[in-house]
Structure formats: structure tokens, C-alpha cells
């Protein structure tokens, strides 16, 4: 049985930094990439950042190109979401999930398959 679980999310002020981490458990292959997305009160689940499986290569939403970085850890299943400049438009419950293999729907959520159950990033001052 797969489980994802994200953590690191809390409340930080304009232009501070936050590192969130994103574990997936019980993965039945290595060709798993991993993203995140985000939601705000009332909007939907937008794109944030994903990395393929081996971690060549990465997408960014536009958003947060250029201020978010996704990283893969050392650990299988695992991946850290380096955010710097922050904005009070990044406040929202950030998810992480999983998703087969690589291509242009990793950016879009129907594809993912398996989810964790957020954390919250609150960015006011």
C-alpha cells in the first residue's frame, strides 16, 4: 500500500524561505515521478513543480519559476520542495503526489495516483 506525507508546511513571513518534504512509502517501481501542487480557499488545485523518477529533469509552474526549486532526495520515494521569496499569494495547502514514468501530465493532476494530505503554508507578515 502506497502512502505519501508531506510536512514542513507553516507560517512564514514576505520573502522568507521554507523547505517542505514529501515521502512516498510502499512504491511497487523506481519509475515513479513525483509533484506538488497547491490549493488556496475556494480555487482549484494548481501545478506547482514536479521531478522526473532518476531526477533529470524537472518542471515548474510559472508562478513560482525562478523562487521554488524541487529537489530528489537520497532516499527512494522522497523529494523536498526548496521555496525562497515568498509571497502571500503562495499561502495555500501544499500536496504532494505521485505519478507514472514523465511527460506533459505531470503537470496537470488526473494522472497522479496516489496523494498525501497536505500542509499548510501561510505566508503573512
Known amino acids: 500500500q502506497v502512502q505519501v506525507a508531506e510536512s514542513g508546511g507553516r507560517l512564514v513571513q514576505p520573502g522568507g524561505s521554507l523547505r517542505l518534504s514529501c515521502v512516498a512509502s510502499?512504491?511497487?517501481?523506481?519509475?515513479?515521478?513525483m509533484g506538488w501542487f497547491r490549493q488556496a480557499p475556494g480555487k482549484e488545485r494548481r501545478f506547482v513543480a514536479a521531478?522526473?523518477?532518476?531526477?533529470?529533469?524537472?518542471a515548474y509552474g510559472g508562478a513560482v519559476e525562478g523562487r521554488f526549486t524541487i529537489v530528489k532526495g537520497g532516499a527512494r520515494g522522497t523529494v523536498y520542495l526548496q521555496m525562497d521569496n515568498l509571497k502571500p499569494e503562495d499561502t495555500a495547502v501544499y500536496y504532494c503526489?505521485?505519478?507514472?514514468?514523465?511527460?506533459?501530465?505531470?503537470?496537470?493532476?488526473?494522472?497522479?495516483?496516489?496523494w498525501g494530505q497536505g500542509t499548510q503554508v501561510t505566508i503573512s507578515s
Open positions: 521531478i522526473k523518477w532518476n531526477g533529470d529533469n524537472a
Open positions: 503526489g505521485t505519478v507514472r514514468s514523465w511527460g506533459p501530465w505531470v503537470e496537470t493532476t488526473d494522472r497522479y495516483d496516489h
Open positions: 510502499g512504491l511497487d517501481s523506481t519509475e515513479y515521478s
